[in-house]
């Protein structure tokens, strides 16, 4: 059974910059897919950013060149830089980790999910 831990987030301001990480841990090490989520009161949880195992990417245009999903697979971990940051990036933040092997930003595809972290960006 996969575990993820997130890291990182918190505040921050307009234009700047925050970054996120996420290990996994657990039977499967180097999972197919993973991916980073977010969420805000009363919507659904929203694909953003995903990245297979061999490096392969995939991002919503809401975050496209100001975001950038990256892994290690040595150290089973995932990261997020976020870049250019708006106040409509404030949201809680997840990562996932799913088998499909094609990955996608579609929550159901994911099985595995973080704690959760917060991010707010102030104008």
């Known amino acids: 059974q996969v575990r993820l831990a997130q890291s990182g987030g918190g505040s921050g301001q307009a234009g700047g910059s925050l970054s996120l990480s996420c290990v996994a841990s657990g039977d499967n090490y180097n999972p197919a897919c993973m991916a980073w989520f977010r969420q805000t009161l009363g919507k659904g949880r929203e694909g953003f950013a995903a990245?297979?195992?061999?490096?392969?990417?995939t991002y919503a245009d809401s975050v496209k060149r100001r975001f950038t999903i990256s892994r290690e697979n040595g150290e089973n971990t995932m990261y997020l830089q976020m870049n250019s940051l708006k106040p409509e990036d404030t949201a809680m933040y997840f990562c996932?980790?799913?088998?499909?092997?094609?990955?996608?930003?579609?929550?159901?595809?994911?099985?595995?999910w973080g704690q959760g972290t917060q991010v707010t960006v102030s104008p």
């Open positions: 990245i297979d195992r061999y490096g392969a990417t």
């Open positions: 996932a980790e799913g088998d499909r092997a094609i990955c996608t930003l579609d929550p159901d595809n994911y099985q595995t």
